[in-house]
């Protein structure tokens, strides 16, 4: 006695998972703006790790960090002057 295949075989094979879309400039600076900080939630992190490709972190971690290093130097700058 033959027993019937539980699962039919016209059932449709479940599709592959879509591609992560990209992150956007938003996203990434977002990514950068809060590891400066140290601080990142892990379902986030993970998110990032999944969308936002290496070289776009660099790029905006070091356009970042000279806006940070100019904002400084400007500020400094406004201070020392009003000092003399």
């Known amino acids: ?43 986030h992190m993970h998110q990032d790790t999944v969308t936002i490709k290496p070289l776009h972190v660099v790029i905006v971690g070091l356009v970042a960090g000279a806006l940070f290093v100019l904002t400084l130097v400007a500020i400094v700058s406004v201070i020392v002057r009003s000092a003399v």
Do not use: I, Y
Request: hydrophobic share 35%; glycine share 4%; charged share 15%.
């Open 1 to 43: 006695m033959t027993h019937p295949d539980p699962t039919p075989s016209s059932a449709p094979e479940p599709s592959p998972p879509a591609p992560p879309r990209q992150a956007s400039l938003l996203q990434v600076a977002s990514a950068v703006f809060w590891s400066f900080f140290g601080v990142r939630k892990g379902r």
